[in-house]
């Protein structure tokens, strides 16, 4: 079923098997789409805390799935429970009178509860698991198909009324200031444009907050997209692009003897830049000019291939300054992380995105990073036609079967026991609302990346990505900030020191010395998440070879890691294909013919690539149960 | 095939489909543009070929007999359509034309049209232009055929220059290589600060000055490649052409000739030639003008210049340059001259010149720091060379002969323009160290020399020493030196004289280890009435049988000549 909408691997795999003709059902126990990959509305994320704060019940076991198990089948329990995020700390400053009258106005309704009683019909309803149960997966198959035309529909407008939602925002703003003015009259509060312009007159609440919710698109993830990097090429040669829409990152910004600063890394911003001396300018252009073809010129580095990059750094001509922007904000590594090679690669790669779309080489999704998955699913769906491949078997908590040739995935659905042996990393996350830019401008809307190295031996460097309004993640007069590290300890251990550093508490009590002061703080999220990412498949207990396991997000600020992850899937699951080839040009496409020709010989072909490892398929599964 | 995947067509058959439709659309093309010549022919220009046209134009605005065709239905119309129609009919236009933009942003007849268009309306609507010029600058900020159309519109719209000036800054903010964008800025800031009317017209404010030379060096020290930031920087340090003036006025009583040098190549027929000579008690006297361009000469009637009287003084009116000089001749002497001197004038820093040197110091400290990080940045070289002649020619003379070099091995590709160019600094310096000296005695020997300009400027040398260059002509403006009595020009790569011609007072010329291989290029020696001593050794032409007889035939009244 198309509802649910998993992680960014596994929908770039439903995408590219559908376009290689599969079936793809899509199960999932979570009552929101796309895991840790998901974004949530302001509701949503608070709905999401409240699931990890009760999280921790432990349930009984299901009913008495063991009675489906064939006789050449062996059984894999699948974890009903999110053990991927641990440390949730919230906290708000926002002044929360009014908070308990307001609601989300007009919340979409993406999050659970109401997806489930918007849906009332038996077949969808099947594919949920109730939230209790915390055993066995998940879902129906057959009579889902016929229901696929219509949810793909549902889906198409979901997604469509999310963007038109964006585009009438303006009217909508208007009402919610009436709103907020009325609740504010006692602060005089006169015009629409009073929040994005006057944020010092204009205290934004909480309730506020809450009413605006569905401004929110909060992610799990914090990542942006390389404008050359793989996931690009990938929305680029399948077509995908087409379902959404993207925002160039306006700076690349550094935070220096206690400053926010704009780093000059395009040719313009060099140009423009009024902090680097004439000279500076020459050192800056001359070694990222080298860095762009550094492989060319060995002698330059071979000298240095042993040293840190930061080492090397100090060898070039290049002023303090410089060597900071060049580690810290272009290269983005850190003073003992990388080797020469390892740093000249990583600023390559900055300066070959820059400048395809613009003035940084950074792109992020209008509406949030979880808008990336629905675009591959809406792909998938609309090439979905109604059959099914199914050789693997799936038992819901219903007892229903699903058989499936391959079964995909991620690896947060492992119980105890499958992941016993594995050492999993971490990802410090922070999500915070604020109230101003770190660093102001004459333009309010910047969306700004800042790298804050960590300050001692075995700490992470904190990457700060701050939103604006206008990629639709976040209310007018305020910005969405999202921090990540690598763990080294609790979430807020790791970076309340940066937020300190960054932002002020909002008080009630305002100083009004407006120059010096700091966005101020209007909520803030600490969490941690797993990171699965570097876990190699061999190191979960018996899994059988047509189990594919997808990892969880990395802590890497681009998407490869997801689209090679993906690829390396695919080309498992569909040997020999084309992976998400671009479709075909509409002109070119044969309408008349009989597509449903060859189902048997099909079934074999797929049956033939799978037998090298015939012991695991037989136990799992079994080609004579194929679909009724 | 697996299932649910779409079937396509095969290649062969993609490619069929194209070839097709390539046929059709060329007959298509073919047939309309048939129609369209014949009712031009026919002379019927009606509707109906704005809208064949149109077909053609849509797909390729490139084709500009075309265009003509619409502007000759667009003008019959104006004079059949009432207003309303007429309005209809340009915003189609108006319409149209943006299409064919899109297709072809950078086509000349699309623009030239629009121009043509927006000029014949009677209420044109600028701001839309200005809007649609931003519009395909914001795609292609170097299209300088919307840089051009941006100019017209402005002017005729009066468009503010500073609001013109903040546009040019937007786009060179964005990407600062940009010609298009820096040339405006020279156009738009002379405007913006006018000099008042005894200052040199073109030249900017020194603040204003400071502010552009800081952008333009952020420019190039970001990207010391990018030639448009040089060029406007050399814009930014230059001055406007010099005034006309008469550099030099020379009579010779022997000759009976009164010679003037011009600021500027001229061309005077003999009768708008200008005259008025002061004999002192007695009127005017007419004077016969030649063609020629820098060194200028004509001969005065001989009884004229008798020596009876105390003195003759001469004064030339140059009505066309608003010039005027004069000299006198004085009793017992032979000649009488008046000059502008070099070193007052500032002669030859033409180039690169602004009043205070301090800007020019602070702007040659700055490019050698940019030279230190860029050894072998061509801009950068040649850009402090400039520099230091216009601070001191003299003083820098050294360091500038260093640079050349270096500039020639970076920049091999120009190595016989920056030849050249050292030449004529050489040169240049050499006439400043005369005009020093006081002297009439040109050394220029050993210098590598490999092209003579100023020649005008050496009017009243006598001697002059070209040997040991790298010269391979006397050229024709040689014949400017009125004066000169001894020429060497020995070791050099001669192969013509043409400028040794009508030298009056030359005596002794001196070419020995030339490459003068034809008898024919000796010819112009012929004119030279005083020539006494030639040598010719070490010329191929001496090999040959004859040679001797020859010249003893054409030079007659030369007594030695050495071959």
Known sequence: ?628 | MPHGRLKVKTSEEQAEAKRLEREQKLKLYQSATQTVFQKRQAGELDESVLELTSQILGANPDFATLWNCRREVLQRLEAQKSPEELAALVKTELGFLESCLRVNPKSYGTWHHRCWLLGRLPEPNWARELELCARFLEVDERNFHCWDYRRFVAAQAAVPPAEELAFTDSLITRNFSNYSSWHYRSCLLPQLHPQPDSGPQGRLPEDVLLKELELVQNAFFTDPNDQSAWFYHRWLLGRADPQDALRCLHVSRDEACLTVSFSRPVLVSPAAFPRKHHGCGSGAVGLTGLGGNWGRLCDLPATSLNDQLPHHTFRVIWTAGDAQKECVLLKGHQEGWCRDSATDEQLFRCELSVEKSTVLQSELESCKELQELEPENKWCLLTIILLMRALDPLLYEKETLQYFQTLKAVDPMRAAYLDDLRSKFLLENSLLKMEYAEVRVLHLGHKDLTVLCHLEQLLLVTHLDLSHNRLRALPPALAALRCLEVLQANDNAIESLDGVTNLPRLQELSLCNNRLQQRMVLQPLASCPRLVLLNLQGNPLCQAVGTSEYLAELLPLVNSILV
């Open chain 1, 1 to 628: 079923n198309a509802d649910l909408i998993p992680s960014l691997p596994e929908s770039i795999i439903a995408a590219a098997c559908s376009r290689s003709g599969q079936r793809v059902l899509h199960v999932d126990s979570r009552s929101y789409y796309g895991g840790n990959w998901a974004s949530f509305s302001f509701s949503g994320i608070l709905s999401w805390l409240k699931e990890y704060q009760e999280n921790s019940d432990i349930v009984n076991e299901g009913p008495a799935w063991q009675e489906q198990i064939l006789e050449n089948e062996e059984a894999i329990a699948l974890s009903r429970k999110d053990k991927t995020i641990q440390h949730v700390e919230v906290f708000c400053y926002a002044s929360q009178d009014l908070h308990e009258e307001v609601e989300e106005a007009g919340a979409l309704q993406k999050n659970h509860a109401s997806v489930i009683s918007e849906n009332p019909t038996e077949a969808v309803h099947s594919a949920y698991l109730p939230s209790e149960d915390e055993s066995l997966c998940i879902a129906s198959c057959e009579m889902l198909t016929e229901q696929t035309p219509s949810s793909d529909l549902e889906t198409a407008l979901e997604i469509s009324n999310v963007k038109v939602t964006g585009e009438t925002e303006k009217h909508d703003d208007k009402t919610c200031m009436k709103s907020a003015s009325e609740e504010e009259t006692s602060k005089n509060v006169p015009t629409t444009e009073g929040t994005a312009l006057q944020p010092k007159k204009t205290r934004i609440t909480y309730s506020q907050i809450i009413k605006e919710g569905r401004r929110f698109n909060i992610d799990l993830v914090s990542k942006l997209l390389y404008s050359r990097g793989l996931l690009i090429d990938l929305l680029i040669k399948s077509n995908v692009s087409r379902y959404a829409e993207f925002k160039n990152i306006t700076r690349i910004l550094a935070f220096r003897e206690g400053r926010v600063e704009q780093v000059p890394c395009s040719r313009a911003d060099v140009f423009n830049s009024k902090q680097l001396t004439m000279v500076e300018k020459r050192m800056l252009m001359k070694f990222l000019t080298f860095c762009m073809e550094y492989e060319k010129h060995p002698d330059e580095y071979k000298a240095y291939e042993e040293i840190t990059f930061s080492e090397y750094l100090k060898t070039q001509k290049l002023t303090p300054n410089l060597q900071y922007f060049v580690l810290h904000s272009i290269a983005m590594t850190s003073e003992t992380a990388s080797n020469t090679i390892d740093g000249l690669k990583a600023t390559k790669n900055f300066l070959h995105c820059l400048g395809r779309y613009g003035n940084t080489p950074f792109l992020f999704p209008l509406y949030g990073q979880g808008e990336l998955p629905q675009c591959f699913l809406i792909d998938k769906n609309e090439k979905d036609k109604n059959e099914i491949y199914s050789r693997f078997a799936i038992i819901d908590q219903f007892g229903q079967r699903i058989i499936s040739k391959h079964f995909l995935v991620e690896d947060s659905y492992f119980s105890e026991n499958t992941c016993s042996h594995v050492q999993y990393r971490q990802i410090s996350r922070s999500v915070l609302i604020t109230d101003r830019s770190v660093l102001k401008t004459d333009s309010d809307q910047q969306i700004s990346i800042l790298t804050v190295p960590g300050e001692e031996p075995g700490t992470f460097a904190v990457r700060v990505i701050e939103l604006c309004s206008s990629t639709m993640t976040c209310m007018k007069g305020t910005y969405l900030v999202h921090l990540t590290c690598t763990s080294s300890k609790t979430a807020r251990e790791d970076l309340e020191p940066v937020v300190q550093k960054l932002f002020t508490p909002y008080t009630e009590t305002e100083t009004e010395n407006e120059e010096v002061e700091k966005p101020r703080l209007l909520w803030a999220l600490y969490f941690n998440m797993r990171d699965s990412s570097d876990v190699s498949r061999n190191s979960y207990n018996d899994l059988p070879s047509n189990v594919y396991v997808c990892s969880g997000p990395d802590s890497g600020l681009g998407n490869d890691n997801a689209v090679k992850q993906a690829e390396t899937l695919f080309q498992l699951i569909c040997p020999n294909e084309d992976f998400c080839p671009p479709p075909p040009n509409p002109e070119d496409i044969i309408t008349d013919g009989d597509s449903l020709q060859s189902e048997a010989s099909e079934a074999s072909v797929i049956l033939e690539a799978n037998s090298e490892t015939p012991k695991e398929s037989a136990s799992l599964g079994n080609p004579e149960e194929a679909s009724q």
